[in-house]
C-alpha cells in the first residue's frame, strides 16, 4: 500500500484547530479508501517559536520537509509580530524556495450556503482562480533609506519575468483545457503599469496560440472586480499577478460566502519540491482557542492535496463529504451564521466519508 509522508505545519491562531481537523479527516479518507495511507509529521513553526528563538522554523527547516509528499499549512500570524515578518518568516520562506509557483484557489458556492450575491444561483459561480505566487509584487526587492526623516525614501519593485510569467500563463491555460468551459480570463494593469503589465498581456497572446481550443480574454483588475460582482457566470478559469490575485481571491471567497471556507494549493507543477495546501482565511486570532473555527477550507484544501498525490477517488469522496455537511445549515459555524463548533463539522464530514458507498 502506498504512504505517502504529509508534513503538517499548524502555525499560529486558528491554524492548530484547523489542521488538526484536517488530519484527522484525512486519515479518515485515507481509512475508507484502502488504497493508499497518510503518515504525519507535525512541525511547530510559527511565532510562538519566533518569540523564544527569533527564527520561525529551524535553519534546516526546509531540509526537513524536502522530502515530504504534500505540506499542509494552517495559518501564519500574530498580534505582537509584524504581519511582513510572519510572512517572509514563514509561508514565503516554503513557498519561494520551494518554487510553488502556481497557487490555485477554486471557488464555488457550495450546497447551502448563500453567497451575499442576490440572484445568483449556486452553479452560476464556479471559478478557479491562478495566482502567480513567487514574483511579482512579493519579490521582496526594494528598501528604505533616510529613515525617520523628512527625506525618507521607500520602494517595493515589482518583478516580472518572461520565465515566471509564461510558466504561470502555460499553467492557466492548461487547467482552463481541463474544465469544460476552457474559458480563461487574465488579469492585468497594463493601462497604468506599462512595462511588467503589457509583457504579461504579450506573453499571454503568445501562450494563446499554443491553446487553441482555450477561449481567453484580458480585464484590467479595477474592472474585474465589477465583473465578479455582477456578471458572476462570465468568469471560469481567471490568472493573475501575486498581489491582484491575492486581492480578488479574497472578493471571490466573500462572494462564495465566506473566508472559512476557500481553499489553497501552492503548486510546485514540476514536482521537484513538496507543494503546500492552505486555507486561505489567516489565524483570526479573535476565534482563537473557541473551537468554532471552520475547518471546510482547510478539509477542501486536503481535496486539492489528495487530487495532487493523484488519490482522484478519494479526494472526490472528500468533495462530496464536505458539500454534505454545508448542506445542513445545522453544520454552519458562526461565519456562515451557525453555531456549529469545528468539531461538530469535523465529526460530520468523517460520519459522511464513512457513509459515502460510491467507488
Ligand atoms: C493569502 C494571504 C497572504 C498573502 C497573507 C497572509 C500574507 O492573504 O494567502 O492570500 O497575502 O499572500
Ligand atoms: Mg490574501
Known amino acids: ?3 505517502y509522508r504529509i508534513a503538517a505545519i499548524p502555525g499560529d491562531g486558528i491554524g492548530a484547530e484547523v489542521v488538526a481537523a484536517g488530519v484527522e479527516t484525512l486519515a479518515a479518507c485515507a481509512r475508507r479508501d484502502g488504497g493508499f495511507d497518510l503518515a504525519f509529521d507535525h512541525f511547530d513553526w510559527g511565532s510562538e517559536r519566533y518569540k523564544k528563538t527569533g527564527a520561525f522554523m529551524p535553519d534546516n527547516g526546509r531540509d526537513l520537509i524536502k522530502s515530504h509528499d504534500a505540506i499542509l499549512f494552517g495559518s501564519a500570524g500574530a498580534p505582537d509580530v509584524p504581519d511582513h515578518v510572519t510572512l517572509w518568516g514563514l509561508r514565503l520562506a516554503i513557498c519561494q524556495p520551494f518554487d510553488q509557483y502556481a497557487n490555485v484557489r477554486p471557488t464555488r458556492i457550495l450546497p447551502g450556503i448563500v453567497s451575499p450575491l442576490r440572484h445568483v444561483a449556486g452553479p452560476e459561480l464556479d471559478w478557479v482562480i491562478v495566482r502567480e505566487n513567487t514574483e511579482g509584487e512579493y519579490a521582496g526587492i526594494g528598501g528604505r533609506v533616510h529613515r525617520g526623516l523628512p527625506e ?10 518572461r520565465a515566471g510569467v509564461a510558466r504561470i500563463m502555460r499553467f492557466a491555460f492548461a487547467l482552463a483545457r481541463t474544465r469544460p468551459r476552457r474559458l480563461l480570463t487574465v488579469v492585468t494593469k497594463s493601462n497604468a503599469q506599462r512595462h511588467g503589465m503589457v509583457l504579461w498581456d504579450e506573453i499571454a497572446s503568445e501562450v494563446a ?5 482555450v477561449t481567453w480574454d484580458k480585464m484590467l483588475v479595477d474592472a474585474m472586480t465589477m465583473r465578479m460582482t455582477l456578471k458572476p457566470q462570465s468568469l471560469d478559469t481567471i490568472v493573475a499577478t ?3 490575485a491575492d486581492i480578488l481571491s479574497d472578493l471571490a471567497a466573500a462572494l462564495a460566502g465566506s473566508l472559512g471556507i476557500a481553499p489553497t494549493a501552492n503548486l510546485n507543477p514540476e514536482r521537484k519540491f513538496p507543494s503546500m495546501f492552505e486555507p486561505i482565511h489567516g489565524s483570526a486570532f479573535d476565534i482563537m482557542g473557541k473551537g468554532i473555527a471552520n475547518p471546510i477550507g482547510t478539509f477542501w484544501s486536503g481535496v486539492l492535496l489528495l487530487e495532487h498525490l493523484g488519490e482522484k477517488p478519494a479526494a472526490a469522496r472528500l468533495m462530496r463529504a464536505i458539500e454534505r455537511v454545508t448542506a445542513d445549515k445545522a453544520l454552519h459555524t458562526p461565519d456562515l451564521g451557525g453555531k456549529a463548533g469545528t468539531v461538530d463539522v469535523t465529526r460530520a464530514v468523517c460520519e459522511a466519508l464513512a457513509g459515502d458507498n460510491r467507488e
Open 152 to 161: 525618507e525614501v521607500a520602494t517595493d519593485v515589482s518583478v516580472f519575468t
Open 1 to 3: 500500500m502506498r504512504i
Open 242 to 244: 501575486n498581489l491582484h
Open 209 to 213: 496560440a499554443e491553446f487553441p481550443d
